[in-house]
């Protein structure tokens, strides 16, 4: 049964893909995504005591006009066979495989003081070339990393910030 969101997934990508709406779909997975990954969210739509009827109905009035009726239909087998625990991973994986299939990705940069607009350019630009894929930066602002930049990108990271240069020089005297 862990394999469900896969498959629940992978049919909504194939009935993207079908209809030719892999962008629609990709846009409103996210919106939905990013509207019930909170605790609070996914305890309300988990709780036991909570009616299905009532589960659809909240998720109707809250994505009922801004996305696809497939998804839609999803989310109300989701919900109607009690099975609202693999809405998120289903659509986060639904995401995962319109953008693998879409070349696209996305890196974190963690920096020490925020980038300038041509320094995040100039970044997005390299790693795409260097990935082949289209990349969205996402960049935060840690003061603790001191200077330097670490970047996570596809299952790679590449760290070199103060702090961690610190952290094995230390650890290099110590050994």
Do not use: W
């Not at 006009?65 to 839609?72: S, V």
């Not at 953008?99 to 997005?124: C, F, G, M, N, Y």
């Amino acid at each position: 049964m862990a394999d469900l969101g896969i498959r629940y997934a992978s049919a909504l990508f194939d009935i993207s893909q079908e209809s030719g709406l892999l962008s629609d779909y990709l846009e409103q997975a996210q919106l939905v995504v990013d509207n019930i990954a909170s605790e609070d969210a996914q305890r309300v739509l988990t709780h036991p005591r909570i009616a299905s009827e009532e589960k659809f109905a909240f998720l109707q009035k809250a994505f009922g006009d801004h996305i696809h009726q497939d998804l839609l239909g999803f989310m109300r087998l989701c919900v109607s066979k009690n099975r609202e625990a693999f809405l998120l991973p289903a659509l986060q994986k639904l995401v995962e495989m319109i953008k693998t299939h879409q070349r696209q990705t996305t890196a974190r940069i963690v920096s020490a003081v925020p980038l300038t607009d041509a320094q995040a350019e100039q970044l997005t630009v390299l790693l795409a070339k260097k990935l082949n894929k289209t990349v969205d930066v996402t960049v935060i602002v840690d003061p603790t990393v001191i200077a330097g930049i670490s970047i996570h990108v596809d299952g790679y990271f590449l760290d070199r910030t103060v702090k961690t240069m610190l952290k094995d020089m230390k650890e290099t005297f110590l050994t």
